[in-house]
């Protein structure tokens, strides 16, 4: 509770005098509403009974002079509520998300995409509610609270202590469902992210799931976990119910005894009409108090989830900046010169679950400039190797050096500028191509861009549409084959031009034409550059510097070509099986 409150506080402190006007005009607002009861009491005795008409005039000018004061402060409260909610919001929302960003590889893999979409808008729109109508309307509600005892009591003594002695009691009874409507709210805010997740995780793969008529059991997946959610809304439903039917039982048996009690005392001349008027009108306000302070109390549960929910992603851990962090001004001259490019692995053990390690006791050293393709078996770890090389994941046991330096040491974005990657399935970015090429990256020349492009042969194309570099894609704009996109990714890591460049599968997608020509440009950029090629396809592998084979979390052959053919089994059966499979292919056995 006390880091919840402690979370609030850090972000409600730079709007905490919209928050202070805010709570104020909630104060007089009550106080304001509270005293008209009052006048009414006044009335029926002065006027009515008293037949004093004199004052008529004056008792209801009063009364109207309170209730606008009553209005304003409650206009005030709904524009300073908007005021505050859109850039307190706003504050939570942009530290999210910028936190998101720099998460570690191992808490992005465990997200829900769609559960984190829910905690950003959802959830945190909760927070206002919590603060402005939970929290606030509780300190307007004990308000209107002690106001009524006041006045009850002075009324009468004994109209105020049955007040005091049966509000406790019925909040106490009522609080008796508070902790399990709780649970089982925090169970369905849970599903319900799950699912949205899901959700959109199938929407995404629409065209697959048509493809491989799985239609039916996706919509049938979709039905069971929906009717699994509202089953437990039903459950929830019930015992709020429950909840609120007895408290109403309740609260009607205390008024009656109210009624009962006043009626005695009116007889006994304890109480006149007006007190009388005014202590109902009291009564039920300490009710609808009461209704609400109950319904306040149960959303602030699901408040409180919703404010554990953020924190928890408040709480994941983020990437080091590693210690230059701290040190930046000095560092960043050094930082703008770029590393030569070598790349050494000393004895590193990795895994994702303990169970099974991806590697272990890995070694190899890669040359400045050297050109390196890596082979193995799908799942050996290669796209691993890629992750640990630009700190995706961190090592659990060795060291990997770059330029002699252990990557531990460097600065996480210093490391990553260093090294550019090419997945098989990189993102392509609904903006312009220019967004697409250079994204992330400062100003760069138009030329760079277009020379980029002929490296990997998609010049032609660009300069034949109407916008050019300007020319929209993604969602609404050009449709881009696969391979083209990939070929954008590629040109992407071209123009980044890092010392180190590491296509893993990068070229999979590709027609034999295009592969041909993003070889040569490798071939180019291999004078100055370091570059890790991960590929199937032997035409792309035999032309490396060396070949580095990847079998049971260790490095089985490191060598050139012919070399491995000879001392490599694992190499000399994967290089045969696939001259088999193409001779196979070519004498048109199988496509
Ligand atoms: N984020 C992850 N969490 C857990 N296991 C993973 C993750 N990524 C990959 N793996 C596992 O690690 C092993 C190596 O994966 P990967 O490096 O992708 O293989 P490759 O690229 O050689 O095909 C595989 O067994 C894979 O299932
Ligand atoms: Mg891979």
């Given at each position: 509770m006390k880091e919840k409150i402690k979370f609030v506080l850090k972000f409600a402190k730079p709007h905490k005098w919209k928050f202070i006007i805010m709570l104020l005009s909630i104060i007089l607002a009550s106080i304001t509403l509270m005293i008209l009861p009052f006048i009414i009491g006044w009335l029926v005795d002065e006027v009515l009974n008293a037949q004093n008409m004199s004052r008529f005039i004056y008792i209801v000018r009063i009364y109207g002079a309170v209730y606008i004061f009553n209005q304003a402060m409650y206009t005030i409260v709904n524009i300073m509520e908007k005021v505050t909610s859109t850039t307190f919001l706003f504050d939570i929302r942009a530290e999210l998300y910028s936190r998101i960003l720099r998460f570690r590889g191992s808490c992005l893999a465990s997200m829900y995409s769609g559960d984190t979409i829910s905690r950003m808008g959802y959830d945190v729109d909760q927070i206002m509610t919590m603060i402005s109508i939970n929290l606030f309307g509780l300190v307007s509600n004990f308000i209107?609270?002690?106001i009524a005892?006041?006045?009850?009591?002075?009324?009468?003594?004994?109209?105020?202590?049955?007040?005091?002695?049966?509000?406790?009691?019925?909040?106490?009874?009522?609080?008796?469902f508070f902790g399990k409507a709780k649970s089982e709210n925090t169970r369905i805010i849970k599903r319900k992210g799950i699912l949205s997740s899901w959700t959109f995780e199938i929407l995404g793969g629409m065209q697959e799931i048509k493809l491989l008529h799985a239609s039916k059991q996706i919509l049938s997946e979709f039905l069971r976990r929906n009717i699994e959610i509202a089953r437990m809304s039903i459950g929830l439903n019930r015992i709020e119910v429950k909840a609120e039917r007895f408290n109403t039982g309740i609260l009607v048996l205390a008024q009656m005894c109210m009624f009962t009690i006043a009626a005695l005392l009116v007889k006994a001349n304890q109480l006149t009409i007006g007190g009388v008027t005014a202590c109902f009108a009291y009564y039920t306000n300490c009710i609808t108090t009461f209704n609400s302070i109950n319904s306040k109390i149960l959303s602030l549960s699901s408040n409180m989830v919703s404010c554990d929910r953020i924190m928890e992603l408040f709480d994941a851990p983020l990437e080091e900046e590693g210690p230059e962090h701290l040190n930046k001004h000095k560092i960043l001259k050094r930082n703008r010169e770029q590393i030569a490019g070598s790349i050494e692995l000393k004895n590193v053990s990795f895994y994702y679950n303990e169970e099974r390690n991806v590697f272990k006791d890995l070694s190899f050293r890669i040359n400045p400039c050297e050109k390196i393709a890596i082979v193995g078996n799908s799942g050996v770890g290669k796209s691993t190797l890629v992750n640990l090389l630009c700190r995706i994941y961190d090592v659990n046991d060795g060291n990997i050096f770059v330029d002699g330096k252990d990557i531990m040491e460097y600065d996480i974005k210093y490391l990553r500028e260093q090294?550019?990657?090419?997945?098989?399935?990189?993102?392509?970015?609904?903006?312009?191509?220019r967004f697409n090429l250079q994204f992330?990256?400062?100003?760069?020349?138009?030329?760079?861009?277009?020379?980029?492009?002929?490296?990997?042969?998609?010049?032609?194309?660009?300069?034949?549409?109407?916008?050019?570099?300007?020319?929209?894609?993604?969602?609404?704009?050009l449709y881009f084959s696969g391979g083209q996109k990939q070929r954008i990714v590629i040109a992407r890591a071209f123009v980044k031009n890092s010392p180190i460049m590491i296509f893993d599968e990068s070229t999979s997608a590709l027609d034999s034409e295009s592969e041909m020509t993003i070889k040569k440009s490798w071939e180019l950029l291999g004078k100055n550059h370091t570059l890790l090629i991960i590929a199937h396809r032997w035409s792309t592998i035999i032309n490396s510097d060396r070949i580095i084979v990847f079998e049971d979390g260790k490095a089985t052959g490191f060598g050139r070509h012919e070399e491995l053919l000879e001392t490599c089994g694992t190499y000399n059966k994967l290089f045969r099986e696939q001259v088999w499979y193409s001779n196979l292919s070519k004498s048109g056995e199988i496509i």
């Open positions: 209107n609270m002690f005892l006041v006045f009850i009591y002075c009324a009468n003594i004994w109209m105020g202590v049955f007040t005091t002695v049966s509000t406790p009691v019925i909040i106490y009874v009522s609080r008796i090294i550019g990657v090419v997945h098989q399935n990189s993102v392509i970015y609904n903006g312009s191509i992330a990256w400062d100003k760069f020349q138009d030329d760079l861009l277009w020379e980029a492009l002929k490296m990997v042969d998609l010049y032609d194309f660009v300069n034949s549409l109407e916008d050019g570099l300007d020319t929209i894609v993604g969602t609404g704009g």
